[in-house]
């Protein structure tokens, strides 16, 4: 895969991952600082590490598989492996300034 395409395919990922959700909180899960990491790998595998705001998240199963549901039907992925990680915790300091505007943190 070229660089350009890696990046296109990254990019579209991002995009999807704007599109998940806690249903707690309006704010989606990328904007919050819940996604670590992205890789795409030559077999077109995305690998996605991210947490939750706290690891008794009553969502988390739910919000897992759409990430993995969305992610791997993204244009130029074939599947997503995806990595759950509470190290390092996450905490308010992660999401994005639009994000704390939106929840009243700015």
Same mark, same amino acid.
């Given at each position: 895969?070229?660089?350009?395409? =890696?990046?296109?395919?990254?990019?579209?990922?991002?995009?999807? !991952? %704007?599109?998940? =959700?806690?249903?707690?909180? $309006?704010?989606?899960?990328?904007?919050?600082?819940?996604?670590?990491?992205?890789?795409?790998?030559?077999? !077109?595998?995305?690998?996605?590490? *991210?947490?939750?705001?706290? $690891?008794? @998240? $009553? *969502?988390?199963? *739910?919000?897992?598989?759409?990430?993995?549901? %969305?992610?791997?039907?993204?244009?130029?992925?074939?599947? @997503?492996? !995806?990595?759950?990680?509470?190290?390092?915790?996450?905490? %308010?300091?992660? *999401?994005?300034?639009?994000? %704390?505007?939106?929840?009243?943190?700015?």
């Amino acid at each position: 895969m070229e660089n350009s395409e =890696y990046i296109e395919t990254v990019n579209r990922i991002i995009g999807v !991952l %704007k599109s998940v =959700y806690d249903p707690e909180i $309006p704010v989606n899960i990328y904007d919050l600082g819940l996604v670590y990491d992205i890789e795409l790998d030559a077999d !077109l595998v995305a690998k996605v590490t *991210m947490t939750l705001t706290a $690891p008794s @998240c $009553p *969502m988390a199963e *739910m919000i897992v598989e759409e990430v993995k549901y %969305k992610v791997a039907g993204t244009k130029g992925v074939k599947d @997503c492996d !995806l990595v759950l990680t509470f190290d390092p915790p996450w905490d %308010k300091s992660m *999401m994005t300034d639009e994000a %704390k505007l939106e929840l009243g943190f700015l």
